[in-house]
Antibody, heavy 117, light 110 residues
């Protein structure tokens, strides 16, 4: 069974940085595209970023382009999201997702990022 | 990257059927058969319910079905059960090689 465990969330001041990690088990990370999706408190889901199987191609939502960087280490079965220049509106639960043919097959439980002074 | 449009809420009684719509544009829902639907219970991670417009993951109840016409996709739940009460989100791949979610629909089982 697929298991995705996010970590690295916490409280950070506006303008600060944070790196999220997502440890994958139960499947071989290198075989799948992976995504990050976020959900602000009481709000809906918002797609953030995607990376292909070998890390050679990435795409981002306009709201995070130039500030966030998605990456992966297939040897460690781990996905990352480097978040810089954080803003209040980046406050959300961040989910790591395993993707299969343009759908989101498996979700982690999420990690909460709070941007506040 | 505007969100797809879903009704904020729908409701139905046990045993009834409901349909949730998801309206996009010719650059997302209308352009690809890569529409998926997700169920989210409070405090839980979302769960895939429908993919590629109308396909069900293995083991999922056939009470859940999906369809699409033009720029609008739909999720139908038949034989409503109390455990179906949740938030539902549609999602589509887009022509800019990104993905977009709908705003979400809260389903209440009366």
């Amino acid at each position: 069974e697929d298991l995705l465990v996010e970590s690295g969330g916490g409280l950070v001041q506006p303008g600060g940085s944070l790196r999220l990690s997502c440890a994958a088990s139960g499947f071989t990370l290198s075989g799948y595209w992976m995504h990050w999706v976020r959900q602000a408190p009481g709000k809906g889901l918002v797609w953030v970023s995607r990376i292909n199987s070998d890390g050679s191609s990435t795409t981002y939502a306009d709201s995070v382009k130039g500030r966030f960087t998605i990456s992966r280490d297939n040897s460690k079965n781990t996905l990352y999201l480097q978040m810089n220049s954080l803003r209040d509106e980046d406050t959300a639960v961040y989910y790591c997702l395993k993707s299969g043919n343009y759908r989101f097959d498996s979700w982690g439980q999420g990690t909460l990022v709070t941007v506040s002074s | 990257q505007s969100a797809l449009t879903q009704p904020a809420s729908v409701s139905g009684s046990p045993g009834q059927s409901i349909t949730i719509s998801c309206t996009g544009t010719s650059r997302d829902v209308g352009a690809y058969n890569y529409v998926s639907w997700y169920q989210q219970h409070p405090g839980k991670a979302p769960k895939l319910m429908i993919y590629e417009v109308s396909k069900r993951p293995s083991g999922l109840s056939n009470r859940f079905s999906g369809s699409k016409s033009g720029n609008t996709a739909s999720l139908t739940i038949s034989g409503l059960q109390p455990e179906d009460e949740a938030d539902y989100y549609c999602n589509s791949f887009t022509s800019t090689n990104t993905w977009v979610f709908g705003g979400g629909t809260k389903l209440t089982v009366l």
